[in-house]
């Protein structure tokens, strides 16, 4: 079991940064895929991005050339730098942990943080 605890989440106006990041703790294995999914009120859980061991990324369409995401196998931390932020980006974001061995696309999370709340204000 992988513990996740995410971070740095809040309120910023459109156009603006957040970084966000995950502490995984526990039952690590040597190689799993970290990654980011958002829910907005009223809208399903969706992928945003994801990193394998070795930095292989994955992004969703929408978040293309504006979001980043980024590990240190070390600390056993991933972040997501979110720049050009809009007002539609507005969710709670989980941090998740794949040990399915997938590399790249949404499948095989199961384990997820609390999520953080950011908020962008048009």
């Known amino acids: 079991q992988v513990q996740l605890v995410e971070s740095g989440g809040g309120l910023v106006q459109a156009g603006g940064s957040l970084r966000l990041s995950c502490a995984a703790s526990?039952?690590?294995?040597?190689?799993?895929?970290l990654g980011w999914f958002r829910q907005a009120p009223g809208k399903e859980r969706a992928f945003v991005a994801s990193?394998?061991?070795?930095?292989?990324?994955s992004y969703a369409d929408s978040v293309k050339g504006r979001f980043t995401i980024s590990r240190d196998n070390a600390k056993n931390t991933v972040h997501l730098q979110m720049n050009s932020l809009k007002p539609e980006d507005t969710a709670v974001y989980y941090c998740?942990?794949?040990?399915?061995?997938?590399?790249?696309?949404?499948?095989?999370?199961?384990?997820w943080g609390q999520g953080t709340q950011v908020t962008v204000s048009s």
């Open positions: 998740a942990a794949d040990l399915s061995g997938r590399v790249v696309g949404s499948g095989g999370f199961s384990n």
């Open positions: 526990g039952r690590t294995p040597s190689s799993y895929r």
């Open positions: 990193s394998t061991w070795n930095s292989i990324t």
